[in-house]
């Protein structure tokens, strides 16, 4: 099983849709969690650290539930702009940083 | 701003010669990290550093050595290439052990 999992996709949706992506993650002693984004290979960007609470950042909104192991991403009103890869990252407090296989989002007019 | 910078963006070998990454960073953050991605497998970690003289294997680190003289700089050293190294390289650093990373522009690296 891999340490962090995400359905690849791609997911389709057409412009002002919302969206959501979820995330396993198997290392119950992971510490903290991101969400990433990459563009046509170009190098990961942070979007969003993921927070117990749950955290918003304008059409973005994270949610972690380490219950049951579990990240989620939402995006609302979906801009061309927004179509990527969206990865999945898990840091399990050693400076590790495990990927998710990436998530890839196509946002159509 | 230069942040992570990673020479060269671009590299062709031979397989069986030898070449270094370098990698760089302004931040003077302790962790350090190289990755490869390739098609349909994600970021898989090849060696990372948790700070000045420490180093330690990731999932793949086979083929590779790294070292880390100084908080700065982190080269990869590929011994003799091999075709299955064939892949784009992302270095990676952060200021603590929790928190995000911060990439260079990656190296794209093809060995015939």
């Known amino acids: 099983?891999?340490?962090?999992?995400?359905?690849?996709?791609?997911?389709?949706?057409?412009?002002?849709?919302?969206?959501?992506?979820?995330?396993t993650y198997s290392n119950s002693a992971s510490q903290s969690f991101f969400w990433y984004r990459q563009d046509c290979r170009k190098e990961p960007k942070l979007l969003m650290s993921v927070y117990s609470s749950g955290?918003?950042?304008?059409?973005?909104?994270?949610?972690?539930?380490?219950?049951?192991?579990?990240?989620?991403?939402?995006?609302?009103d979906s801009k061309l702009s927004d179509s990527a890869t969206y990865l999945c990252v898990v840091n399990l407090?050693?400076?590790?940083?495990?990927f998710g296989q990436g998530t890839t989002l196509q946002v159509k007019p | 701003?230069?942040?992570?910078?990673?020479?060269?963006?671009?590299?062709?070998?031979?397989?069986?010669?030898?070449?270094?990454?370098?990698?760089?960073?302004?931040?003077?953050?302790?962790?350090m990290s190289w990755y490869r991605q390739d098609p349909g497998m994600g970021l898989r970690l090849i060696h990372y550093s948790v700070g000045a003289g420490i180093t330690d294997q990731g999932e793949v680190p086979n083929g590779y050595n790294v070292s880390r003289s100084t908080t700065e700089d982190f080269p990869l050293r590929l011994l003799s290439a091999a075709p299955s190294q064939t892949s784009v390289y992302f270095c990676a650093s952060s200021y603590q052990k929790n928190t995000e990373a911060f990439f260079g522009q990656g190296t794209r690296l093809t060995v015939v």
């Open chain 1, 55 to 76: 955290n918003e950042d304008g059409r973005f909104t994270a949610q972690l539930n380490r219950a049951s192991q579990y990240i989620s991403l939402l995006i609302r």
């Open chain 1, 93 to 98: 407090n050693t400076g590790k940083l495990i």
């Open chain 2, 1 to 31: 701003n230069a942040g992570v910078t990673q020479t060269p963006k671009f590299q062709v070998l031979k397989t069986g010669q030898s070449m270094t990454l370098q990698c760089a960073q302004d931040m003077n953050h302790e962790y």
């Open chain 1, 1 to 23: 099983r891999k340490e962090v999992e995400q359905d690849p996709g791609p997911f389709n949706v057409p412009e002002g849709a919302t969206v959501a992506f979820n995330c």
